[in-house]
């Protein structure tokens, strides 16, 4: 397989306060995430190089895209983080790959710059204990 850019980007969904899952796809200009691993340092006084060993998997997330509060949009499902509690489901699928995790949105921040633009960005880390997983 060669390649590929991430044009068409297929799915980038999350639950809404209630748990239904939503498209957010096209109210979200960019996405960062990460599936990072700890790492133990366990080289003792002996040793000339360093010895590691794996530690817990992670998930991290931080998409940002454009105001929308249109019902079932960006707006409406990530604004809710300050009144709800819940872990939120989060999709996201490019060439065929889906990589799901449950999630806590840790906060929704809203930002207008000189310019003009009225953009959010809403960071989201790993909630369950559940190892990344493409599939």
Known sequence: MAIESGLGWTTF??????????????????????????????????????AREYLLADFTCEPS?????AADHAFAVLSSVSTSNTHR??????????????????DFQLQRPQSGEFTWTAPMVLADGTVPTWT
Do not use: H
């Open 89 to 106: 489901t989060c999709t996201l699928v490019v060439s065929g790959q889906t990589l799901t995790n449950e999630v806590l949105v840790t």
């Open 65 to 69: 895209g454009g105001f929308n509060d």
């Open 13 to 50: 969904s999350v639950d809404n306060a209630a748990g239904s899952l939503k498209a957010l796809r096209d109210d979200t200009f960019a996405l960062n995430f990460a599936t990072p691993r700890g790492v133990w340092d366990i080289t003792t006084l002996g040793m000339s190089a360093y």
